[in-house]
């Protein structure tokens, strides 16, 4: 039965580090770069609601339900967003990765693939995870796109399944990888950050 525990994650200049109220002020500067409190299909805080939405996440890991993260540029220095282990499931060794944004100016970088790349590993070779989870709205497209493009198995949509900010009801999309998948693509992932070291060098 696995056992999830508030760590630093570090590599390729991003570190993942426990989220706590320290990193209120970072988080509202970084969800004000794209103001992307306005996107009706994520879930991140506007500036008024950063410090809820810490408590809310630190409530949750203490529940044992969630694992939050700030997710920390170490070249720029900055705060840039924030990810978790979420619907955390010890009797089938089961964690999800969501609740991910990232500043606008860093989305389409390395950063969400270094970030996948910290989360799976810990997730499979300290956890003991037999199967990590991911989810997204129907219409959001672009992060369908980027969980595809991890190499994870789509499950299937179940309608009608969650709420949205806005209120309305969202259906979601669900993916997986399991254990033995994980070595083809840890291989995969460590492939495209050195391609994408290669094109910033050229």
């Known amino acids: 039965m696995i056992s999830v525990q508030p760590v630093t994650l570090r590599g390729n200049g991003v570190r993942l580090e426990p989220l706590s109220l320290d990193h209120a002020d970072e988080l509202r500067q970084a969800a004000a770069d794209g103001e992307l409190w306005n996107l009706f299909f994520t879930f991140v805080p506007a500036p008024d609601e950063v410090q809820d939405y810490i408590h809310s996440a630190l409530a949750a890991q203490t529940s044992g339900h969630m694992l939050p993260w700030a997710v920390h540029d170490e070249k720029s220095g900055r705060v840039i967003g924030a990810t978790r282990y979420h619907d955390i499931k010890p ?24 970030c996948k790349l910290l989360l799976l590993e810990h997730a499979f070779e300290t956890v003991g995870c037999g199967v990590v989870g991911f989810r997204t709205d129907v219409l959001n497209f672009r992060s369908q796109q980027a969980i595809e493009a991890l190499g994870a198995k789509k499950d299937g949509t179940i309608r009608h399944h969650s709420s949205r900010k806005d209120g309305t009801i969202r259906d979601d999309v669900f993916y997986s990888i399991l254990q033995t998948e994980w070595p083809a693509i840890k291989q995969h992932l460590h492939t495209r950050l050195n391609c994408h070291r290669k094109s910033n060098k050229s």
């Open 91 to 114: 009797a089938v060794d089961r964690v999800e990765i969501g609740y991910t944004w990232y500043a606008s100016s860093f989305q389409r970088t390395h950063i969400n693939t270094t």
